[in-house]
């Protein structure tokens, strides 16, 4: 008789969400499913809106990513000005776009996995979790809360709040780095780039211990795509779409957002609200990519800092190739590009661009239509506007990064459970290393269907007959 477990909600990751079970009648597992069970409609209810409030609106589609959805906003609507921005406006948002990298990737490693790593994953649930981290070693919670600090406290500087900052609109930003500002910056490097240098030696003296995880968590082919420079660096705002295989070669290069229908479709299932986006020319779902912190790395050629290249090196030696293709990679990569955020923070710090005054270009409405695109922390990020010719919003397509990896992320789901699940009995920390391997992919799941929450996990095994055969409950 097959049956099917429920992890309802997934915990440690932002929004709601369940997972799936289904055993065959031997008691092995058949498949999964990640349902995300929540809606919110942001693309439905900015019609109507001008177009110059589009960036202030969809910050607010969440707490944890609103730089991103700012700065994609601002490009699209720079597009539908006709206008290039001034340097130092380009300059100020590539320092905002580090440090929402910074913060955002400080907050998925310490808070919501390193308990994982550090606590057991077979650990009380009770204490598996950043307090359980701040009573077995405050001083590197202590470090990680820290480092996010200066991510978040960077965004303040420039946008005047770390969340929801008003800052950069069409045309450019609406201020500069203070003098202050820039100090305090400089003299918070030091201490960001020793605590980034602890969590990669920490995490890779793990490696050793992981290697079930490595290879169980979510380790199969796929295609990446990411953001890349001219010259194939490692980008996070501008530059041009790559994709690649699982073996590092190129699948698609000079690709432009204006023309992302031509190679991504956006397929819908009935039981989700997360749509499923794939590479056209493979179908679906064979055109399964995943996107985000590992992706970005496999699709680059370099990074373009002597430190953080050399770790790039020594990550895809670790990941046997120039790619890497398993899903628990995505927290190492993450480390990687915290280094590679500061070591670009300390470059632009001390750029007199940083502090000018020139930095935004005025026009009206000079398309009806435009597309703009940015690297999110948890990859790339879409926005496309149609509007009339007073700047009111038509219609809006968000293509988020969670939603690209949901096909990566139900893939991943099943094999964990393959891999860890026999029979009736789910030990807990076995449920554990399956919701794992869906916060490997750290996703936001208020952008992705367009509620931050904590509820008690319910789990029900249910026979085919709808009968529930056993449940547990997690407070």
Excluded at 47 to 52: D, F, L, N, Q, T
Excluded at 86 to 112: E, G, V, Y
Excluded at 428 to 449: Q, W
Aim: charged fraction near 25%; charge should be negative.
């Amino acid at each position: 008789m097959s049956k099917t477990v429920v992890i309802d909600p997934v915990t440690r990751i932002e929004g709601h969400a369940k997972i799936s079970i289904y055993l065959d009648d031997a008691g092995e597992v058949d498949d999964a499913r990640f349902h995300v069970v929540e809606f919110r409609g942001f693309e439905k209810f900015c019609e109507g809106r001008p177009m110059s409030e589009m960036a202030g609106i969809t910050a607010r589609i969440c707490g944890i990513c609103p730089v991103s959805h700012l700065l994609a906003s601002a490009k699209t609507g720079d597009k539908i000005l006709a206008v290039k921005i001034p340097p130092a406006a380009d300059k100020l948002r590539r320092m905002m776009n580090l440090a929402q990298i910074t913060q955002s990737h400080a907050l998925s490693f310490f808070h919501l996995s390193s308990p994982d790593f550090l606590l057991g994953w077979d650990s009380d649930p009770a204490t598996r979790n950043v307090f359980g981290l701040i009573a077995a070693d405050a001083e590197l919670a202590r470090k990680g809360i820290r480092l996010r600090q200066f991510g978040q406290q960077i965004i303040e500087w420039l946008g005047a709040r770390k969340i929801h900052a008003a800052w950069a609109v069409p045309g450019g930003v609406r201020s500069p780095l203070s003098e202050e500002g820039r100090t305090w910056i400089r003299d918070r490097l030091p201490e960001s780039r020793q605590t980034i240098e602890l969590a990669l030696n920490l995490f890779k003296g793990m490696l050793d211990n992981l290697t079930t995880e490595v290879q169980a968590f979510g380790n199969f082919p796929s295609l990446y795509m990411g953001l890349v420079g001219k010259n194939g660096e490692w980008e996070h705002y501008d530059g041009h779409l790559r994709f690649v295989d699982s073996e590092g070669n190129i699948v698609a290069d000079g690709l432009s957002e204006d023309n992302y229908k031509d190679f991504i479709g956006e397929a819908v299932e009935t039981w989700s609200y997360l749509k499923f986006p794939y590479y056209k020319p493979l179908g679906y779902p064979d055109g399964m990519y995943r996107v985000g912190p590992l992706a970005r790395l496999n699709v680059c050629d370099y990074i373009g800092t002597p430190a953080a290249d050399k770790e790039l090196l020594e990550f895809r030696d670790r990941a046997g190739g120039k790619a890497a293709n398993s899903s628990f990679f995505y927290h190492y990569a993450r480390l990687v590009e915290i280094l590679a955020a500061i070591d670009k923070i300390e470059q632009l710090v001390d750029d007199p661009d940083v502090v000018s005054s020139r930095v935004r270009a005025d026009a009206g409405v000079n398309n009806l239509e435009a597309v703009g695109v940015s690297e999110a922390p948890r990859g790339t990020l879409f926005h496309h506007y149609q509007v009339d010719e007073n700047g009111l919003i038509q219609k809006v397509n968000l293509i988020i990064a969670t939603g690209q990896n949901n096909l990566a992320m139900n893939k991943t789901v099943a094999q964990i459970a393959k891999h860890y699940i026999h029979g009736n009995e789910i030990p807990e920390g076995m449920l554990n290393r399956v919701e794992a391997g869906i916060r490997a992919f750290d996703p936001c799941l208020s952008c992705s269907t367009h509620a931050v929450g904590q509820m008690p996990l319910h789990i029900e095994l249910i026979a085919a007959n709808g009968t529930i055969v056993n449940e547990v409950y997690r407070n």
